[in-house]
């Protein structure tokens, strides 16, 4: 007995050593996973702000590249630097303003109108000023295209009170999906109710059959019944008369 008893003991302790292994596996296993992820979202996280850094300098050399261009083009063809901040700014807006008519999903009729609009203030300020007023040819067209800019900038931003909201959420819903299924279930409707039809015809003429051969039946039942008492009519006063 106390042979037994120790093996048991040792088995249970065994047991219990086996099942600590394997809880202090996974337990190790879980360790570096976690210091591994731990590290992998720090490098994530560095390279993620490396590039934000990278293209943030990027385009602030291009932006700082942009606006000497424009004070330069402002200061040799039209005269002034001023212009060509304005001409800078009112562009970059009036390129705003496009895009976001084209998300928000203004015709493209009303954009092409702003742009012939601007076209034309801009033709005839740069006549006026040149003619009537008698300005130099510089600050003239500098005039002009500013007069311009403002002009299809004003247009774009008025058109963008044309929002539609029915035409703006349809781009981002399946109404093709929709339409075919709609069109699926309409068909499936119609054969539903065509089966359903045919299935009826067909119980109907089983039953019409059925009701046929029952008739069929009785009317021979009865005539059976009748000829047997017939028969048991005339055997009956035979039968009377031998008694």
Same mark, same amino acid.
């Given at each position: 007995?106390? +042979? ?53 300098? &990027? ?31 009112? &562009? ?61 900038? =004003? $247009? ?26 709609? =069109? ?5 409707? $119609? ?15 089983? &039953?019409?059959?059925?009701?046929? =051969? ?11 019944? +009748? ?7 005339? &055997? ?8």
């Amino acid at each position: 007995m106390a +042979e037994r008893e120790s093996s048991e003991q040792s088995f249970s302790e065994s047991l219990d050593q086996l099942i600590a292994a394997v809880r202090a596996l996974f337990a190790g296993h879980w360790a570096l996973l976690r210091a591994e992820l731990g590290a992998i979202a720090r490098d994530v996280l560095i390279t993620l702000i490396g590039a934000a850094a990278v293209v943030s300098l &990027i385009v602030t050399a291009l932006l700082g590249l942009l606006i000497a261009l424009f004070l330069v083009l402002g200061e040799g063809l039209f005269g002034s630097q001023l212009w060509g901040a304005a001409h800078m700014t009112l &562009i970059l807006l009036s390129l705003a303003a496009a895009i976001a008519s084209s998300i928000l999903r203004i015709t493209t009729g009303r954009r092409a109108r702003a742009l012939l609009i601007a076209v034309f203030v801009g033709v005839g300020s740069l006549l006026l000023t040149l003619l009537p007023l008698g300005w130099a040819a510089g600050p003239a067209a500098g005039c002009a295209i500013t007069l311009g800019l403002v002009t299809l900038l =004003a $247009d774009l931003l008025v058109g963008l009170s044309t929002f539609n909201t029915q035409r703006f959420t349809d781009r981002f819903m399946p109404l093709a999906s929709e339409a075919e299924l709609r =069109a699926t279930a309409s068909a499936l409707e $119609d054969l539903r109710e065509e089966a359903l039809s045919g299935v009826a015809a067909e119980i109907g003429e089983a &039953i019409g059959s059925a009701d046929a =051969a029952v008739g069929t039946l009785r009317r021979t039942v009865s005539r059976v019944a +009748e000829t047997l008492n017939r028969a048991a009519e005339r &055997i009956r006063p035979d039968r009377g008369g031998d008694a």
